[in-house]
C-alpha cells in the first residue's frame, strides 16, 4: 500500500486495551490486584456505554490510576470521532481498518494506558502489569504481523527484571522497540548508573528505546504542580510531553533512542543549550562527554514531530531530515485520523525527500524494518 506513492509507517500508533487484559493475561496469584475495566457495551436506545480508553480499577474499586477532569470531556469528543471502531472494541481488525483509511503501511503499536507507573508499586507487581500488556500486544499484532508491530511496556523498578522482559519481549513476543516512561522512578533518573544493564541489553537485541510520557502517573512529573491551580487544563497536558522529553533528552543523549509524541520544535533550542554548556562547563562533568551533546542526538537518536507541527522546518533547517519520525497518534482525541498524513503534507516548506524520509526511511531505520 502507498499514499500518493509514499510507502508510510506509523512510528506511534496508540491502541485503546480492552477491559478485560488484565484478568485474561496476568499472573492470577495477584487476586484482586489484577485490573479491570468497565466494557464497552450496547445499552438499549443508548449505544456504547464507553468510547475512549478504558479507565481501570482493582477488585475493591479501587482506581489504579486516578483520571483527570479531561477524561469525560475527551469521552464525549471520542464518540463523535471514532464510531466505528469502537463499536468493534478498539480490535486488532479494526485497527487495520484505521490503517487502510489512513493509508499506513506499517504500524508501531503503543500503549495508552500504563498501568505500572506508580513509584509505591513493588517491583514484581509492576513488572507483571507489563508482562500482561505485552503478551496482549503480541495476540493484537497476530491478526497481521506484517503490519502490526508491537513496542513493549518496560517498567524501571527493578532493573534486573527489566533486563529480563526486554529480552523476553523481543525474542519470544516479537516486539521491535521498548516504550519507557522518562520520568525518574524513586529517586533514580533515566541516566543513573544503575540502568546501564538495560541500555547494554537493548544494544544487545538491536532495537530502540522509545522514551513516551504517560498522563499522570504515581511518580514525579513537573507539569503536575499546576494540577489544582487555574487553567490547569491548559498546563498540564500541553506541557506535560514535551518538558518530560527535554529532561529526557537532556539526559539521555546517546544509544538508539526515540522520543515520541511531545513534539520537536524546541529540539533546536535545547541542542544549543546543551552545547553552550558542555562547552562551558564540560570539564566538571563526573562522565565526560567525547562529543558535544547535539552530535550525539545526530548520531543516534529520533524525534517525533506532531503532524499539524509547521515549526518542523525549522528543525530540519538546524538538524537535517535524518532523525525526525512520523505518527498518527491514533486513536486519541488530538489525532487528525484519518487526515493525519494529508495534514503533514500541507505542512508548507516541507520538500518531497524530506516526507519520504520521515513517513517511511526514518521510521524503519529506527524500527531495524526494511
Not at 498501568?115 to 500482561?132: I, Q, R, S, V, W
Not at 544493564?197 to 522514551?211: G, S
Not at 562551558?280 to 551533546?293: F, S, V
Amino acid at each position: 500500500m502507498t499514499r500518493d506513492g509514499l510507502r508510510i509507517l506509523d512510528s506511534d500508533m496508540h491502541v485503546f486495551e480492552p477491559h478485560d487484559l488484565y484478568l485474561n493475561y496476568m499472573n492470577p496469584k495477584w487476586g484482586d490486584r489484577i485490573p479491570r475495566g468497565a466494557p464497552r457495551e450496547e445499552r438499549e436506545g443508548k449505544g456504547l456505554t464507553r468510547h475512549g480508553m478504558t479507565r481501570y480499577v482493582l477488585g475493591d474499586g479501587t482506581p489504579i490510576r486516578t483520571p483527570g477532569k479531561v477524561v469525560e470531556f475527551h469521552e464525549k469528543r471520542q464518540k463523535d470521532a471514532y464510531t466505528r471502531p469502537a463499536s468493534r472494541n478498539y480490535d486488532n481488525f479494526s485497527q487495520i481498518e484505521a490503517m487502510d483509511e489512513e493509508g499506513l503501511d506499517m504500524a508501531v503499536q503503543f500503549r495508552t494506558s500504563p498501568l505500572h507507573t506508580n513509584e509505591d508499586f513493588e517491583p514484581d507487581y509492576a513488572n507483571d502489569l507489563c508482562k500482561a500488556w505485552n503478551e496482549w500486544m503480541r495476540d493484537f499484532c497476530s491478526a497481521d504481523p506484517s503490519r502490526l508491530k508491537g513496542s513493549a511496556l518496560i517498567t524501571l523498578h527493578d532493573v534486573d527484571l527489566a533486563v529480563r522482559e526486554a529480552r523476553r519481549s523481543v525474542k519470544e513476543l516479537g516486539a521491535v522497540g521498548l516504550s519507557l516512561c522518562p520520568e525518574p522512578i524513586n529517586g533514580r533518573h533515566i541516566h543513573d548508573r544503575e540502568f546501564d544493564p538495560l541500555w547494554a541489553e537493548a544494544v544487545a537485541l538491536d532495537v530502540p528505546i522509545c522514551f513516551h510520557p504517560p498522563a499522570r502517573p504515581n511518580q514525579v512529573q513537573v507539569s503536575r504542580r499546576f494540577e489544582g491551580h487555574p487553567n490547569e487544563q491548559l498546563l498540564v497536558n500541553p506541557l506535560r510531553n514535551p518538558v518530560e522529553l527535554i529532561l529526557a533528552v537532556s539526559a539521555f543523549c546517546a544509544g538508539g533512542v526515540a522520543f515520541l509524541e511531545g513534539n520537536c520544535s524546541w529540539l533546536p533550542w535545547l541542542m544549543y543549550r546543551l552545547d553552550e554548556y558542555c562547552e562551558l562547563q564540560g570539564a566538571m562533568a563526573e562522565i565526560p562527554l567525547r562529543k558535544k551533546p547535539s552530535e550525539y542526538f545526530r548520531e543516534q537518536c529520533f524525534i517525533s514531530a506532531d503532524v499539524d507541527e509547521g515549526l518542523v522546518v525549522s528543525v530540519i533547517d538546524y538538524l537535517g531530515d535524518d532523525n525526525i519520525v512520523f505518527s498518527t497518534d491514533y486513536p486519541h482525541i488530538d489525532s487528525r485520523w484519518p487526515e493525519a498524513v494529508a495534514t503533514f503534507q500541507s505542512l508548507p516548506g516541507l520538500k518531497k525527500e524530506s516526507f519520504e524520509k520521515i513517513l517511511w526511511t526514518n521510521c524503519a531505520r529506527l524500527y531495524g524494518m526494511d
